[in-house]
């Protein structure tokens, strides 16, 4: 089973994303994807209901790019687990190296809020990776031990069924340079390394993102040490999308009907 999901970042109106995600369901009306991958789009906040509406149904799931890590209260302009629920949502993106950088989000904060996300059963698809400064200086394995440790430590056994983990070089992200595959082989290897000190219990998904396309999928999806990708640009379009959800689907063996 190997997973794609969509990032469609700050894309879309809620009518442009309606259309995007019914094009989807039409297109990825085949019987034999959904044993052998599974999707997830993250359309913007202001989107999640027309996505809801078209989707509903489909074997295609929603999901939300950041969540508050509070349930509710008095913080303005903020969303909560608990709403994105009520929406139909299965997954929540935490930590993404935008709002790290753009937002200021702190290792603490996104520990918080990917406990929240766990707690309410929901996927929570944790963010890591390093920057190019960070790369030249040979430092990739102190940054993913640091985000992954301060994100993760003390999780209870149930609720890392259900992480998924993102690794997202953030000088790959946008920039149309996705990382070389011996890069990513030796990440992800080190992320399961990493994830089994920190306690977990089974195998947590290491999903790769930067700059994945149509062209690039299948080279990337084929190592088995990539349980799938986390797409941003090309996810906002249907015909790269799907072609990378196929692309998938060919790289792993389904999971048995019984
Ligand atoms: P990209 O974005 O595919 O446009 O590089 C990936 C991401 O930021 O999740």
Same mark, same amino acid.
């Given at each position: %089973?190997?997973?794609?999901?969509?990032?469609?970042? %700050?894309?879309?109106?809620?009518?442009?994303?309606?259309?995007?995600?019914?094009?989807?369901?039409?297109?990825?009306?085949?019987?034999?994807?959904?044993?052998?991958?599974?999707?997830?789009?993250?359309?913007?906040?202001?989107?999640?209901?027309?996505?809801?509406?078209?989707?509903?149904?489909?074997?295609?799931?929603?999901?939300?790019?950041?969540?508050?890590?509070?349930?509710?209260?008095?913080?303005?302009?903020?969303?909560?687990?608990?709403?994105?629920?009520?929406?139909?949502?299965?997954?929540?993106?935490?930590?993404? +190296?935008?709002?790290?950088?753009?937002?200021?989000?702190?290792?603490?904060?996104?520990?918080?809020?990917?406990?929240?996300?766990?707690?309410?059963? #929901?996927?929570?698809?944790?963010?890591?990776?390093?920057?190019?400064?960070?790369?030249?200086?040979?430092?990739?394995?102190?940054?993913?031990?640091?985000?992954?440790?301060?994100?993760?430590?003390?999780?209870?056994?149930?609720?890392?069924?259900?992480?998924?983990?993102?690794?997202?070089?953030?000088?790959?992200?946008?920039?149309?340079?996705?990382?070389?595959?011996?890069?990513?082989?030796?990440?992800?290897? #080190?992320?399961?390394?990493?994830?089994?000190?920190?306690?977990?219990?089974?195998?947590?998904?290491?999903?790769?993102?930067? +700059?994945?396309?149509?062209?690039?999928?299948?080279?990337?999806?084929?190592?088995?040490?990539?349980?799938?990708?986390?797409?941003? +640009?090309?996810?906002?379009?249907?015909?790269?999308?799907?072609?990378?959800?196929?692309?998938?689907?060919?790289?792993?063996?389904?999971?048995?009907?019984?």
């Amino acid at each position: %089973m190997k997973w794609v999901v969509g990032n469609w970042k %700050m894309h879309t109106t809620a009518q442009e994303a309606k259309l995007l995600a019914r094009r989807l369901r039409e297109e990825l009306y085949e019987p034999e994807l959904p044993r052998r991958v599974r999707v997830i789009v993250c359309p913007p906040f202001t989107s999640l209901c027309s996505v809801q509406e078209a989707l509903r149904g489909s074997w295609l799931q929603w999901g939300a790019q950041n969540c508050h890590e509070e349930l509710e209260g008095a913080f303005t302009g903020e969303i909560s687990v608990r709403m994105l629920t009520a929406l139909g949502c299965s997954a929540v993106i935490v930590g993404h +190296s935008e709002r790290r950088r753009t937002a200021g989000e702190s290792t603490e904060r996104i520990a918080r809020k990917l406990r929240r996300v766990v707690q309410a059963g #929901l996927w929570a698809i944790l963010c890591v990776g390093e920057t190019l400064a960070q790369r030249r200086a040979h430092r990739v394995r102190a940054v993913l031990t640091h985000q992954l440790r301060s994100a993760l430590q003390g999780l209870e056994p149930q609720q890392w069924e259900s992480l998924l983990i993102a690794y997202e070089p953030v000088w790959a992200i946008g920039t149309g340079q996705a990382a070389e595959l011996e890069h990513i082989r030796q990440a992800h290897t #080190l992320i399961a390394e990493l994830l089994t000190q920190l306690g977990a219990p089974g195998h947590v998904p290491i999903l790769y993102g930067g +700059s994945v396309t149509a062209e690039n999928a299948q080279q990337i999806l084929q190592l088995p040490e990539v349980d799938g990708v986390l797409v941003g +640009s090309a996810s906002l379009d249907a015909w790269q999308f799907c072609t990378i959800v196929r692309v998938a689907a060919l790289c792993t063996s389904p999971i048995p009907t019984c």
